[in-house]
């Protein structure tokens, strides 16, 4: 059995944390690892389960490699998507890709940002699954739902299920009658009170040849482009790039429109494992711990006569709220939201606002992280600008050069190996370089520990695109 994690997605309802460069899949939001780590972790101790299969997009291959090498996960594949075509081409590039891999395993699909509370549930479930898959059957999870829920679409089953007083754990397959859009509110309350419908997870599980068969059966058109870009894929590093033409000429489309709707094979296992999507700010809340108030508080913050409120203090700095009631308080280090809980869903529309102005807080933070480590804008001014940045151990900068800047770096803690022309130094803590303008430099950490420098930028124009790269170990150039 291959995992294939789907860890694509701009997610933008968990704006500011969430941003375009760095969204919720990658974020650390109810544990100390991120989302995509613990869709891995949550995987051990499933039987015959290999190296997964991930599939993100182009600008995120990076994050994605180092936060799997943190957690020493050697995938079988980083399938990079050109662009985003929507669930059903993301699994079918990863279907042929374990067929080419593997004698046709099954597939778990599962979306990097879920959280599941109950693994052995989960497990539970799994094991359930793999006998109606092993005949055959395209297995998708249905949550057990707890309210009327309006943000989730639905699964009609034939049978009705009730949840045992005293066992979490499923004992049967029921097949699907529909899948159903997000209802309304009442709708919803009477999909509840029917006992026959569960959340639509977005999870499956199915061996990778009937997925391709049925696919080719419901959208030919589809896995026809999928082949094709998938005819002579390029092997970059640890990544897999499909043929960028072939691939955006794929219609979008996610996989139960393009399959599980039409398929005869589909079936479905109820789950009751306290799953969340984390679509909100409000579910965020409810999935997190939370002190005798019914706040949940992270970072540093003080309440007085405060409750039912989320506050996250990401930049470091002090919340301090008194007399409020359901509040979502987020600060981070170039933006701050105050939101209603119960208006949270309108996030997204503060994002869409952010982009028609062509602000960055739209697309990334503060902290910028790149596959040597990360740097952060501590500030700026007319003709400068100063970074706070930290370079991995073993890791190196591009060979490069800047037309319109010069840059001033001083190391705080660490070594610096710097090619400054023709010159190479060593330097540590509380020394300093000046690379002119036009000069062609490196930078590398030759260390066993982090390296952090202040960098100080001066010149005419200081945009990221004001580099010209000769040499780089991450295939920039």
């Known amino acids: 059995m291959i995992p294939v994690i789907l860890a694509g997605g701009y997610g933008t309802r968990l704006w500011p944390l969430s941003r375009a460069s760095f969204p919720k899949q990658f974020l650390s939001l109810t544990s100390s690892q991120s989302m995509l780590q613990a869709t891995h972790s949550r995987l051990s ?8 299969i991930v599939v993100c997009n182009e600008e995120h291959r990076f994050i994605v490699a180092e936060q799997l090498r943190q957690i020493n996960v050697e995938p079988s594949s980083i399938i990079l998507e050109p662009v985003g075509r929507n669930t059903a081409p993301a699994i079918a590039i990863a279907a042929l890709n374990a067929l080419q891999l593997y004698d046709d395993p099954i597939l778990l699909v599962l979306p990097a940002d879920h ?25 998708t999870f249905g949550i057990v739902p707890n309210k009327p829920e309006i943000g989730y679409g639905y699964i009609k089953f034939s049978k009705t299920y009730r949840r045992p007083s005293n066992d979490h754990t499923v004992t049967s397959i029921f097949p699907i009658e529909e899948f159903v859009e997000k209802p309304n509110k009442e709708r919803a309350q009477q999909y509840i009170d029917n006992g026959n419908y569960l959340w639509n997870s977005g999870m499956f599980m199915f061996r990778a040849s009937v997925f391709i068969d049925e696919l080719n059966k419901y959208s030919d058109d589809i896995l026809a482009a999928c082949r094709l870009s998938m005819k002579n894929p390029q092997q970059d590093f640890d990544f897999l790039r499909p043929d960028p033409v072939a691939f955006s000429n794929c219609p979008p489309n996610s996989i139960d429109y393009a399959v599980m709707e039409k398929t005869e094979l589909a079936v479905v296992v109820p789950l009751d494992a306290g799953w969340s999507d984390v679509g909100s700010w409000s579910a965020l809340w409810e999935v997190s711990e939370q002190d005798d108030s019914n706040n949940v508080n992270i970072g540093d913050t003080i309440t007085v006569d405060s409750k039912n409120c989320y506050l996250n203090s990401a930049a470091n700095r002090l919340i301090a709220t008194v007399g409020i009631d359901d509040l979502i308080v987020i600060d981070t280090a170039d933006a701050v939201l105050v939101a209603k809980k119960d208006q949270v869903q309108n996030v997204k529309d503060i994002v869409e606002k952010l982009k028609s102005e062509q602000r960055p807080e739209a697309h990334q933070h503060r902290m910028i992280y790149r596959p040597w480590g990360h740097y952060d804008s501590i500030d700026s ?38 090619l400054n022309g023709d010159k190479e130094t060593l330097l540590t803590e509380n020394q300093s370089v000046y690379i002119p303008v036009g000069v062609v430099h490196a930078l590398e950490n030759p260390g066993k520990v982090p390296l952090e420098l202040i960098e100080v930028q001066s010149g005419s124009y200081l945009g990221e695109d004001d580099i010209v790269r000769f040499e780089d170990r991450y295939g920039r150039c």
């Open 45 to 52: 101790g499933v039987s015959q389960c290999m190296k997964p």
């Open 115 to 139: 959280v599941i509370a109950d693994t052995a549930a989960f497990h539970h479930a799994i094991s359930i699954a793999q006998p109606a898959v092993e005949a055959g059957k395209l297995v």
């Open 381 to 418: 001014g007319h003709r400068y600008q100063v970074k706070r940045i930290t370079v991995n151990p073993g890791a190196k900068l591009s060979v490069q050069m800047h037309h319109h800047r010069a840059e001033h770096w001083v190391v705080v803690s660490g070594t610096a190996r710097v």
